[in-house]
């Protein structure tokens, strides 16, 4: 096994970390439960073989997972390893609840201490429960009782919200999910590295997207197939992770014990910066056909379960997903005749519930930490598997989301144009603000955005205000010809538009012109600014240009 450091802490951490949350299962009266021999063997043979780091979390595998991992970290094993669990912070409700969860989970781990307690899944809303309910100060006081040893968080929210977490408090580690398709989303690769820079050890989890990118399409198998090294799916999505320096332990949720042998060989031939320039080629050739691929972003974490109404969310998402990588669609409706319909199916279906039982009550939304809009995914699902339209029919294939994005406030130094869009020079405005905003060193230039804000006086006219920006830290030098402006802290619904801007007209229409008039829960905001974001994704010849458009909205 290799090791690597842990951030600033005085260990070291074997490259492969255990993630009990997809642990083996079998059947029990209709119910799937943990096959808790098969899990117990398969934890205890990555102890053997040089596995040190285990993470579980209060709800996985309904809340038995701590106690199944308890039982395995008997004989001695515990003394060998370092574990981690998480406070639910969804279920937080006051401040005493910190030790009522930590004390039961010590209780199921049958331990007396846990090496780093993180604050479960922080997002803009958990992380105010943390600040309200000062928790930690009650980390602080847990960890002085012995009861655990460092602090840490995992996330699931937007890149400004992780850096106000990160800069808010002097963290041990920070667990995230990141792997070759998802660097540009939530934490994103800059957050990986800024929590590095601090010393702050990184746990990435879903290296593998939920066990999406081990199970290539078939022009994915032709790439690795081709490829002059070796290796499997699995492997290629695991090395790329390893090989960033800023990644402490790279977590996998192992089902099976050939999977748990599988990961123990892939780590052994893990190290830092060891992929060439040739590796990390084929890499990103992966990346663009993976992204082209996946229609619902969903990773199968289950977060969103249960739902009231019996929906199975992550299923019917896999079906739809599985849809273009088996390339079969009528494999797909088949498999989703399985699901129940109705109710009083539900017993004779294992309680598997179609994408049509959905009654949009919403309970799922803020659970989900893809941020997916859950409902309108669901009632797609069901036009394509269940009501057999055209898949072209109902998902632009040109477009993908939304994703719900809550965004801190921001300022932005740019170029700005006020008239009619249609007679609006983009290009010239957009080559000038590239030679100037050079001068203003407090631009962050990983991403520049195109900004519309309209008033009613100048929607009178036909008219709006574009301004082509760099977010700033700093506006104490605005360039001649150069204004600035603060965005205030907003919601919104985040679309990709894919491939040429010829097309973007129609990403627009679908946006107007069929979700907001469709949406029973959001509305737009009127006259707060809307804007394209534009990164490393996106090229203006490329088809598999990407390019994010960021609608403002609240609930109606
Ligand atoms: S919105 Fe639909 S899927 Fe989500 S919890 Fe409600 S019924 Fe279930
Ligand atoms: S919809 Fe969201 S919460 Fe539910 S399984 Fe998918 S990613 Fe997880």
């Not at 205030?488 to 007209?505: E, P, W």
Request: proline share 3%; with cysteine.
């Amino acid at each position: 096994m290799k090791y690597r450091k842990m951030g600033s802490l005085d260990w070291e951490v074997s490259a492969l970390g255990f993630g009990c949350m997809r642990l083996p299962t079998k059947k029990e009266n209709g119910n799937d439960i943990i096959d808790e021999e098969e899990a117990i063997k398969m934890i205890r043979y990555a102890i053997d073989n040089g596995v040190n780091y285990f993470d579980t979390a209060f709800p996985y595998h309904n809340e038995t997972s701590e106690l199944v991992v308890g039982k395995a970290l008997q004989e001695g094993y515990r003394e060998k390893i370092k574990l981690v669990t998480k406070l639910p912070m969804w279920i937080v409700t006051e401040r005493d609840d910190f030790d009522k969860y930590l004390n039961k989970q010590l209780e199921k781990l049958q331990t007396d201490h846990i090496d780093i307690y993180l604050f479960h899944g922080l997002n803009n809303q958990t992380f105010q429960l943390v600040k309200k309910y000062e928790l930690i100060e009650k980390m602080e006081e847990a960890k002085t009782a012995g009861k655990i040893r460092h602090i840490g968080f995992s996330f699931h929210d937007s890149y400004d919200v992780y850096n106000e977490i990160i800069d808010y408090y002097d963290w041990d580690a920070t667990q995230i999910q990141w792997n070759f398709v998802d660097h540009n989303t939530q934490a994103t690769t800059k957050g990986l590295e800024y929590a590095a820079s601090k010393g702050i050890a990184v746990i990435v989890m879903e290296p593998i997207k939920g066990g999406k990118l081990a199970n290539p399409t078939k022009e994915i198998e032709e790439i690795i197939e081709n490829a002059p090294v070796k290796r499997t799916a699995a492997n290629w999505a695991l090395q790329y992770v390893w090989n960033h320096p800023g990644v402490s332990v790279v977590l996998s949720g192992m089902s099976t014990f050939d999977q748990v042998k599988e990961n123990i060989e892939s780590a052994e031939q893990s190290g830092i910066n060891l992929l060439s320039q040739e590796e990390l080629k084929i890499i990103s050739d992966m990346t663009t056909r993976y992204r082209k691929k996946s229609i619902v972003p969903c990773t199968y974490c289950e977060y969103c379960q249960p739902c009231p109404s019996s929906v199975s969310i992550p299923l019917n998402f896999r079906l739809l997903n599985e849809l273009l990588w088996v390339d079969s669609t009528e494999q797909m409706r088949e498999k989703y005749k399985y699901f129940a319909s109705k109710e009083e199916d539900l017993n004779a279906k294992n309680n598997y519930g179609a994408a049509s039982l959905c009654t949009e009550c919403g309970e799922c939304l803020d659970k989900c930490p893809q941020m997916i809009d859950i409902p309108s995914e669901l009632k797609k699902v069901h036009l394509v598997l269940g009501e057999d339209n055209e898949l072209s029919g109902v998902y632009k294939l040109f477009l993908r989301g939304p994703v719900f994005v809550d965004k801190e406030e921001f300022q932005i130094i740019g170029i700005e144009d006020v008239g009619k869009r249609e007679n609006r020079n983009t290009a010239a405005i957009w080559a000038k603000f590239q030679q100037e905003i050079t001068a203003v060193s407090s631009r962050d230039a990983s991403h520049g955005l195109g900004i519309r804000i309209g008033t009613e006086e100048l929607q009178k006219k036909g008219e709006e205000r574009y301004i082509v920006s760099n977010e700033v830290s700093s506006t104490e030098i605005v360039p001649e010809g150069m204004i600035t402006e603060t965005i205030h802290a907003q919601k919104y619904a985040v679309f990709t538009h894919i491939g040429s801007l010829i097309n973007i007209s129609e990403t627009y229409e679908y946006i107007y012109g069929d979700w907001l008039v469709n949406n029973t829960r959001y509305e737009r905001v009127p006259w707060v600014a809307e804007f394209e974001w534009y990164d490393a994704r996106f090229s203006l010849v490329s088809e598999d240009s990407e390019l994010d458009l960021y609608i403002p909205i609240q609930a109606k």
